[in-house]
T-cell receptor, first 113, second 113 residues
Framework: GENVEQHPSTLSVQEGDSAVIKCTYS??????FPWYKQELGKGPQLIID?????GEKKDQRIAVTLNKTAKHFSLHITETQPEDSAVYFC????????????FGKGTHLIIQP | KAGVTQTPRYLIKTRGQQVTLSCSPI?????VSWYQQTPGQGLQFLFE???????NKGNFPGRFSGRQFSNSRSEMNVSTLELGDSALYLC????????????FGQGTRLTVV
């Protein structure tokens, strides 16, 4: 089955700096890659996603890039703010109802004031 | 538009008992997926229901089961509870499932003692 590796497990950055979280996947048939943010005591919140026919997608301070050949995708957060502190999860899916989401182990992002 | 609602938020059960968790998806969404979240294993896919039919299933024992009603509400049942079943159980809804956006509820925290 699909396997998703996520790095780093913890990332500490200064407020205002950029943060990058990287994920790799194993199944070349995967074609949908969402990113979720989870705050303490809450369920995961979808923040951005990308499909395999797109190489990059941006939404304000958040961007995701996808390299299908290398089977890796990354989340980029610019101008980080204290409210960006949370655990971030990447996921992969073959889509079309073929299977559920396979998640990475998560990255604890800490924004230092 | 109301989000995904899971009840109850917290449960404490004894080993050997059974438990039923409930999930009400976003209005108009027909796909409901269930995930187990633990510190050790992370987020793992349990199963997905679409139009009252189980469409996909993850790698969990038969003690874990679910169903979906005609109004898209879903229930998840765990029989013969084990200590290792202690986890946050998350429900996600989407309009069609697969690689469309999945929105999570806040989860049910199950503790087995």
């Amino acid at each position: 089955g699909e396997n998703v590796e996520q790095h780093p497990s913890t990332l500490s950055v200064q407020e205002g700096d950029s943060a990058v979280i990287k994920c790799t996947y194993s199944d070349s048939a995967s074609n949908y890659f969402p990113w979720y943010k989870q705050e303490l005591g809450k369920g995961p919140q979808l923040i951005i996603d990308i499909r395999s026919n797109v190489g990059e997608k941006k939404d304000q301070r958040i961007a995701v890039t996808l390299n299908k050949t290398a089977k890796h995708f990354s989340l980029h957060i610019t101008e980080t703010q204290p409210e960006d502190s949370a655990v971030y999860f990447c996921a992969a899916s073959k889509g079309g109802g073929a299977d559920g989401l396979t998640f990475g182990k998560g990255t604890h992002l800490i924004i230092q004031p | 538009k109301a989000g995904v609602t899971q009840t109850p938020r917290y449960l404490i059960k004894t080993r050997g008992q059974q438990v039923t968790l409930s999930c009400s998806p976003i209005s108009g969404h027909r796909s409901v997926s269930w995930y187990q979240q633990t510190p050790g294993q992370g987020l793992q896919f349990l199963f997905e229901y679409f139009s009252e039919t189980q469409r996909n299933k993850g790698n969990f024992p038969g003690r874990f089961s679910g169903r979906q009603f005609s109004n898209s509400r879903s229930e998840m049942n765990v029989s013969t509870l084990e200590l290792g079943d202690s986890a946050l159980y998350l429900c996600a809804s989407s309009s069609t499932g697969g690689w469309t956006e999945a929105f999570f509820g806040q989860g049910t925290r199950l503790t087995v003692v």
